[in-house]
């Protein structure tokens, strides 16, 4: 994971919607993110639901810039699909004697799978600028999600143990690549401190 600094984060700026089917606490797996911004006024625009939301990603200027951030909560023993391209997230789960996203102890164990499309189809930029930028931003985007969801966390607070793995999606070998992103934690907005 190379990180490198984004711009500051302003939580005033993130506008988040449930969609039918979620609220503020439930569901956790197949918790589904998209996450989409503007340039002009640099507010972002989150949705959580049952599956992304494809009127939010239809928008022309959307489906021009292909710079959204998908994600969604799956059980540490499935393996993700394509989310970006075909617009899914099927996936196969491994099979094993425990129940599927379950720890031996019986606790469910998480991974969040965050998609991002850096190249292929008609798409604005070129690759090599493009996975810049998202490198640049996607922390500010992990802060976006963990603050606007803070009441998942807060219900279940074990969540922010959770790692996150960011699935670059390019038809170049060089920007196509899977990497693991740190853990919820590592994205906590600090509480303010009145001076």
Do not use: C
Request: charged share 25%.
């Amino acid at each position: 994971m190379t990180q490198r600094k984004s711009p500051k984060f302003r939580p005033n700026k993130v506008h988040t919607v449930f969609l039918e089917g979620v609220n503020p606490s439930f569901p956790i797996e197949g918790r589904h993110y998209t996450l989409t911004h503007s340039d002009r006024t640099g507010d972002l625009y989150l949705s959580i639901g049952l599956t992304y939301n494809q009127v939010q990603l239809e928008r022309p200027y959307i489906r021009f810039m292909r710079d959204e951030v998908k994600g969604v909560w799956l059980a540490e023993s499935a393996k993700p699909g394509s989310a970006v391209d075909g617009g899914t997230d099927e996936f196969v789960t491994t099979s094993g004697t425990t129940v599927q996203g379950q720890r031996e102890d019986g606790e469910l164990s998480l991974v969040t799978h965050i998609y991002v499309h850096v190249s292929g189809g008609r798409v604005y930029g070129r690759a090599k600028q493009r996975d810049y930028a998202f490198q640049k931003e996607l922390p500010r985007a992990l802060r976006a999600i963990r603050h606007a969801d803070a009441y998942l966390f807060t219900a279940h607070p074990e969540l922010d143990e959770a790692s996150i793995v960011v699935h670059f999606e390019s038809d170049s070998e060089k920007y196509h690549r899977t990497e693991a992103w740190g853990r919820w934690k590592d994205y906590t907005i600090p509480l303010l401190r009145k001076r």
